[in-house]
């Protein structure tokens, strides 16, 4: 499969760029940028043509693997879907419900392949820990994630410093809670000091969760715990051995492909990623309002 990057910054370069230059099967065939300079200086390092034509790249490839911010990259989604080609996205899908849905709709009438890139959901960690709640009543779990993008290649992030922890880390949460305890119908919502953010989920069928979120903690304080709790006592997800992003890239290149060859829906398909922000959406009006808000 060919794949177009859609995007020159540093997680475009070192991930989805990188991985996509690695892999077995797959081929990176060029790079587009919204800024000229920077598109050829992507291009030129992994030794492919950058562009700022996107509809030229689109005419050369199958697929596209896109690493931009969440409002730029639902224009590109659609465009992309429109010209029947098949969707590694990055989460989150988008800032609202309504752009979510754009690109829902472009893949579906398109009948395009679509993968939401939730890294941890790629690690054969999080597959074998899955596979142990699905076999286990659960009532309920947690996640907490603590970071700090200060002095990182992400402190400068315009869209990260906006909307913080909530739409940065909060997909990767949710990508591990609702696949172990089902959809989230409610959501409650507290802040804390600088981005921090505290949700209580209520799952369909009665679970409920909790998630801590912060991009602005205390380094020494940084780190992220993942648990369920049920009648078979608690069931951590233990951190990957090699959990790097590369190779969990490659991994949802592999399945975008088989999702664009068989026509299968994936776990991770753009629905999925319509249905994180919509919980996203909820938790920000909860944070407003202070009262628990449905999912909608």
Same mark, same amino acid.
């Given at each position: ?30 790079? !587009?940028?919204?800024? &000229? %300079? $920077?598109?050829?200086? =992507? #291009? ?5 043509? *950058? +562009? ?76 074998? !820990?899955?596979?142990? &709640? %699905? $076999?286990?009543?659960? =009532? #309920? ?5 603590? *970071? +700090? ?148």
């Amino acid at each position: 499969m060919r794949f177009g990057v859609l995007g020159t910054g540093h997680w475009a370069r070192t991930v989805h760029a990188a991985a996509l230059r690695a892999h077995p099967t797959a081929e990176l065939v060029a790079v !587009w940028g919204r800024d &000229a %300079a $920077r598109a050829d200086a =992507a #291009g030129a390092e992994f030794d492919v043509p *950058g +562009s700022t034509d996107l509809a030229d790249l689109l005419d050369r490839v199958d697929a596209v693997s896109i690493a931009v911010p969440p409002d730029v990259q639902v224009p590109l989604a659609v465009q992309a879907a429109e010209a029947g080609r098949h969707l590694l996205l990055e989460k989150p899908v988008a800032l609202t419900v309504a752009d979510a849905d754009r690109v829902a709709d472009a893949v579906r009438l398109a009948g395009v392949g679509s993968v939401v890139f939730f890294a941890a959901r790629f690690h054969a960690a999080t597959s074998t !820990w899955l596979a142990q &709640a %699905a $076999r286990t009543p659960l =009532a #309920g779990g947690a996640v907490s994630w603590l *970071g +700090s993008v200060a002095g990182t290649p992400f402190g400068d992030s315009a869209w990260r410093l906006e909307h913080g922890a909530l739409w940065d880390l909060g997909p990767h949460a949710l990508s591990l809670l609702v696949p172990a305890l089902g959809p989230v119908t409610s959501v409650q919502a507290g802040g804390g000091l600088g981005d921090t953010v505290h949700l209580v989920l209520r799952h369909e069928g009665g679970a409920a969760s909790t998630v801590t979120l912060s991009l602005t903690a205390a380094p020494l304080s940084g780190g992220s715990e993942v648990w369920l709790h049920g009648e078979g006592g608690r069931l951590v997800l233990l951190p990957e051995g090699d959990d790097s992003a590369v190779g969990a890239h490659q991994v949802a290149v592999d399945e975008l492909s088989a999702a664009a060859l068989t026509g299968g829906v994936h776990p991770c398909d753009v629905g999925v990623g319509r249905e994180v922000t919509a919980v996203l959406a909820a938790a920000q009006r909860a944070l407003a309002s202070g009262c628990r808000e449905p999912v909608r």
